[in-house]
Structure formats: structure tokens, C-alpha cells
């Protein structure tokens, strides 16, 4: 089902957030704590983003495999400072392609974008869901794949002038409706805010200091962790924290 997380607050090493802690998206990728029944690894793609200048466009690095076998990565962490990441490991859902396109997060200028679950009986279940989309939309998707098409979804709401948390929440919602069982756990950021859902798996908060985690398994034993309930949405920045239901149409 996939693991992420998203980082705001003072500039630090990618790898404290990625490589470094007790229970990194590392260790998250080949001993993960809470699938909840959606697979048991993260070994089929990986990518991180970040944002070299505050409100500057983000970049990414991302490919298919295992994420602790790419000593690249690890060296580009190790040297790579930001105050704004959001990275990921991936668990394909059968069928769907083991490719570098297919990996989170998905960009688009300033925005970087996840998906940790899967979109149930894809993907006749979505058909007109896809529909509302422009075609040239839809023939240029990263991937054919559910976390392609909710990019997609969510990329359409902001550029119609709808804040991060009500995009997700927007998406989860229509897509639950049409999909029933979905696992619809988003999370977006654009180096200045943060937003996340929960729909039928988890994600933790812990904030404080100066800084905002959001993540689907906490990184470490701090006591901060908070887990959101399910069917919630969370928008966050490193001075508050608001988390409210997802209505379900």
C-alpha cells in the first residue's frame, strides 16, 4: 500500500528524514509496521522531493526497485539540505507497472504529490470519474495507474483555485463514492503547506519546534506522534495543525 511522509520546518538533511531515523522510510520499505492487510514490503519504487529555495519549484528524484540498494540517493541525502520534503516507497498493486513514472511524489511546478493505497476494481470503477478530465489530460498521464489518475483529480481542483486540503478531500470523496473500498490516503505539499488524508489506512502528525511531520508510520519513538483518525483530512504548516472529517457525499 505504500509508505510516505512530508517534512516542513527548518532545513535539515534529506537523509535525517528519509535514511536516519529508528524507523525510516528505509526500514518502512522492508519491515513496515502497519500495512493494515495492504501488502507486506514497499519494494517496488521510491522517490523523494524537495525544495532547494523556499516558494521555488520542487525537484525529484525517483525510481523503480528497492530504496536501500541506491547508494546514489543515499550520497545526493546526505549533502541535500530542505526545510520542505515530501518522499515515498512504493508497493504496486498487481497489474499495475513496476516503472520510474509510476513512482511517488508526482510534481507539477511548486507541487509534489502521494498516494498510499489503491483504487478498488480499477479501473472500470473510475471510468467516469476520468471522464470530468481533458483528454490530452488523461493521454499524458506519468503512469497508467490509480495514484496517475488522482494526481490528475487533485492537479484539476487546485488549478481551479481550491486550497490543498479541500482538493484532497474533494478527491477522496468522489472517489470513494464511485470506488467503494478504495484506500485513499493523499498527501500533498508545496514547500509551505502541508495536507494528507486518511481513508481506510494511517498517518501520524507530530509537530513542534518549528516543524511538521506527516507520515504513515511514525519515524521514531517520540512521544509527539499523533495518529489522525480515519476519514480525515489534515492541513498543516509549522505553526498549526487542523485536521477535519471528509465528508462522505
Sequence with gaps: MCRHLGYLGPAVPVAALVHDPPNSLVRQSYAPRDMR?????????????????PGGPALRY??????????????????????AVLAAVRSATVGMPVVDTACAPFTDGRWLFSHNGRVADWPESVVDVAKTLPVATLLTLDAPT???LLWALVRSRLAAGAAPGAALASVVAEVAAAAPGSRLNLLLTDGAVLAGTTWTHS???????????????????????????DGHVVTADVSDVDVQPIGRG
Excluded: C
Design 203 to 229: 498517518l501520524w502528525v507530530r509537530s513542534g519546534d518549528g516543524a511538521v511531520t506527516l507520515a504513515s508510520e511514525p519515524l521514531d519513538d517520540d512521544p509527539r506522534w499523533r495518529e489522525v483518525p
Design 146 to 148: 490509480d495514484a496517475a
Design 37 to 53: 492487510g495492504g501488502g507486506t514490503v514497499n519494494v517496488d519504487g521510491y522517490g523523494v522531493g524537495w525544495y532547494p529555495a
Design 62 to 83: 525517483r525510481r523503480a526497485g528497492t530504496l536501500w540498494s541506491d547508494e546514489n540517493l543515499l550520497a545526493l541525502s546526505r549533502v541535500t539540505r530542505s526545510g
